[in-house]
């Protein structure tokens, strides 16, 4: 007796499938994990110093970020920070929240699109100034100023 598969139970085995199969966090040939497909490395905790009103992020210690086109997360939760950065250019870096704003599922960078990408099944895409490229999300992702100077990222929170 054959029995019929629906399209929900095929497209769970699909995601399931997928999933099984992405090479989302990848180790570069010094053992840093860098930002793939689908998810991004935490920041180096040594890098990261917390403040009342901004983050300050040294970038002689931020290896994840060593490169053009790398991202990283940024968590602290005491403070409800679920961020993303991403280098952008040479001098150049976004900061962005992490969470979709349809679904509130984590978003990570996907360098080969350059934007970030909700890691949810019919995932949202963002831009990296947050804007909405693709739905269903319909609000931009919040997105925080930065300044460097010299070899120190100033993130406003």
Not at 28 to 35: K, N, P
Not at 70 to 87: F, M, S
Request: net charge negative; glycine share 8%.
């Amino acid at each position: 007796m054959e029995q019929a598969i629906t399209r929900r139970e095929m497209m769970q085995a699909s995601a399931i499938l997928l999933g099984g199969v992405c090479g989302c966090r990848v180790a570069s040939d010094a053992g840093v994990v860098r930002s793939a497909c689908c998810n991004s490395p935490d920041l180096e905790a040594e890098s990261l110093t917390i403040h009342e009103d901004h983050l300050a992020i040294d970038l002689t210690k931020a290896a994840s970020l060593e490169d053009v086109g790398n991202a990283a997360w940024i968590t602290d939760e005491g403070k409800g920070l679920k961020l993303i950065i991403v280098r952008v250019g040479r001098d150049e870096y976004r900061v962005l929240s992490r969470l979709c704003t349809h679904g509130g599922q984590t978003v990570s960078y996907n360098p080969k699109r350059l934007l970030l990408q909700c890691n949810n099944f019919n995932h949202s895409n963002f831009a990296l100034d947050g804007q909405v490229v693709k739905g269903p999300a319909e609000m931009p992702l919040k997105a925080y100023p930065v300044t460097r100077v010299e070899d120190t990222l100033v993130v406003a929170i």
